[in-house]
């Protein structure tokens, strides 16, 4: 095999090469639909189309534990609470839809919940941080004065067995919180932990992973001193 023939064999390799790793990557980019919750979103549309939503409320969004939550504002009610959580979520599409579930309601405050169904489908810690920075980011753009609190990941009977990796995200997303202007964090973890360190069963739905009214309760005395008060 002459140079010639070497060289132009090493370049067929590469491009071979080059053209693997496209596809591999396009496959990627192409498992998630940033678009699968488009339904969820235009339901939002329609219901602020007939209900007057107030301008400064507390917003909170995030996954099924904040949709679940549909009388919310009654656990707060010297507060004006909106509920546009999604269940189902994950950061990435809090993120993709935030200008339309965060920045149309104008709120005072903004309670983030998310990062539980993400790191039951393997995301890292670190890419979640990302995203969490990413998102306050975002809003900061929006809402300079506005202050975010990031709701820890709450444990579950049925997420038990993913503990370690829990732990490790709200250690991490506190640490991020301390260090950034109007932000704040609230462990909805501790109190949701017995005297032996198991979670409390008797505050779940059938599939141990939703809450029942007394699970929110604890979120409740959690969240009560962070929830402004503006109602006159």
Known sequence: ???FTTTLFSLSKLTLVTCFLFVVNLSQAQVYNAKKFEKNIKAFDKRDSVEKVQPGSNLFVGSSSITNWKDVASYFPNSYVINRGFGGSKFEDLLYYADRVIMPYKPSKIFVYEGDNDIASGMD????????????????????????????????????KLKDKY??????????VKKTKRTEFADVWT??????????????????????????????????PMVLKNKK
Do not use: C
């Open 1 to 3: 095999m002459n140079r």
């Open 125 to 160: 810690t670190e890419i979640l941080i990302k995203q969490a920075k990413e998102l306050r980011e975002k809003i900061a753009i929006a809402f300079p004065k506005v202050p975010v609190v990031f709701i820890s990941v709450k444990p579950s009977v049925a997420r038990w």
């Open 167 to 176: 732990v490790e995200f709200n250690k991490a997303l506190k640490k991020y």
């Open 191 to 224: 109190p949701m932990i017995d005297e032996n360190g198991e979670v409390f069963k008797d505050v779940f739905l059938k599939d141990n992973l939703h809450m029942k009214a007394n699970g929110y309760k604890i979120w409740q005395k959690v969240l009560e």
